[in-house]
């Protein structure tokens, strides 16, 4: 099993950035694909960013538009995620989550564990 703590959520002004960690524990050597999700209320859970554990190359959504940036320190087992220039509608729980297969996927179904979640809310 896979155990995903978030943090770093919480009340932002447009404009303004925060930065949103992931830790993970447990048997973290079966994990190849880890990856930032959203859900606004009423709407689907949506993939924004991924990045491969092994080599750190990285795949974004086009809502991250330039401005989201996914990072990771193997040696903390840990997964960042740099939020810039933050938009009221980027306001969501944000989760992230693991996956066993070196294949990066969007669909939330694919991924097998998940943190419980961290509220962003931008506003003024």
């Known amino acids: 099993q896979v155990q995903l703590v978030e943090s770093g959520g919480g009340l932002v002004q447009p404009g303004g950035s925060l930065r949103l960690s992931c830790a993970a524990s447990?048997?973290?050597?079966?994990?190849?694909?880890m990856a930032w999700f959203r859900q606004a209320p009423g709407k689907e859970r949506e993939w924004v960013t991924a990045?491969?554990?092994?080599?750190?190359?990285?795949y974004y959504a086009d809502s991250a538009g330039g401005r989201f940036i996914i990072s990771r320190d193997n040696a903390k087992n840990t997964l960042y995620l740099q939020m810039n220039s933050l938009k009221p509608e980027d306001t969501a729980v944000y989760y992230c989550?693991?996956?066993?297969?070196?294949?990066?996927?969007?669909?939330?179904?694919?991924?097998?564990?998940w943190g419980q979640g961290t509220q962003v809310t931008v506003s003024s």
């Open positions: 447990g048997r973290t050597f079966n994990i190849y694909v």
């Open positions: 989550a693991a996956n066993r297969d070196s294949v990066v996927q969007t669909a939330a179904r694919w991924y097998q564990y």
């Open positions: 990045i491969k554990w092994s080599d750190g190359s990285t």
